[in-house]
T-cell receptor, first 114, second 113 residues
């Protein structure tokens, strides 16, 4: 079945460091890919998305490119801030059956220190 | 986008009791889902809430334990029945248009003693 694998955390960075969180997926067909962020004590917020190969999603300085050849959707940010500390989830929505269900990775905790 | 609210935001319950969680969306959505997030874990889909008909449950979840209603396009409820401490989790509702991203509620934090 479809699945998402994220790099293990926690990831600890200093402010203004470069961030990469790896995400790879297994899916049949052409899924849509998402990054969600969960701040402490809150629900999930959509950070960015990409719906087809080579699409680049971007928001708030974060970027991710849908790479079909490597089945990856890595999250990057050039300069992280303390306020970016949160849990980041990679997810896919497969098109088989068009159920709209999201399959999540295990989440990666990011801690940014001043 | 859609704004999703949930009630209650948190509760502490005794084992053997039931709790009903409400989810309200501010606009009509075609898809609504219920997820469970155990402490420090990722999200696990419980079921798809279908308007006017029985929910579609994922493997490991059954209607007797997690009855779900969705009387219209903007409202759904999830009941956690006959609770045990293992049911202590965050329960999240999501909604969206078919083929597009989902938006999530803030979650309901349930503790079962």
């Amino acid at each position: 079945g479809d699945s998402v694998t994220q790099m293990e955390g926690p990831v600890t960075l200093s402010e203004e460091a470069f961030l990469t969180i790896n995400c790879t997926y297994t899916a049949t067909g052409y899924p849509s890919l998402f990054w969600y962020v969960q701040y402490p004590g809150e629900g999930l917020q959509l950070l960015l998305k990409a719906t087809k190969a080579d699409d680049k999603g971007s928001n708030k300085g974060f970027e991710a490119t849908y790479r079909k050849e490597t089945t990856s959707f890595h999250l990057e940010k050039g300069s992280v801030q303390v306020s970016d500390s949160a849990v980041y989830f990679c997810a896919l929505s497969g098109d088989s059956g068009n159920t709209g269900k999201l399959i999540f990775g295990q989440g990666t905790t990011l801690q940014v220190k001043p | 986008s859609a704004v999703i609210s949930q009630k209650p935001s948190r509760d502490i319950c005794q084992r053997g009791t039931s709790l009903t969680i409400q989810c309200q969306v501010d606009s009509q959505v075609t898809m609504m889902f219920w997820y469970r997030q155990q402490p420090g874990q990722s999200l696990t889909l419980i079921a798809t809430a279908n308007q006017g008909s029985e929910a579609t449950y994922e493997s490991g979840f059954v209607i007797d334990k997690f009855p779900i209603s969705r009387p219209n396009l903007t409202f759904s409820t999830l009941t956690v029945s006959n609770m045990s401490p293992e049911d202590s989790s965050i329960y999240l509702c999501s909604g969206g248009l078919q083929g597009q991203e989902q938006f999530f509620g803030p979650g309901t934090r349930l503790t079962v003693l």
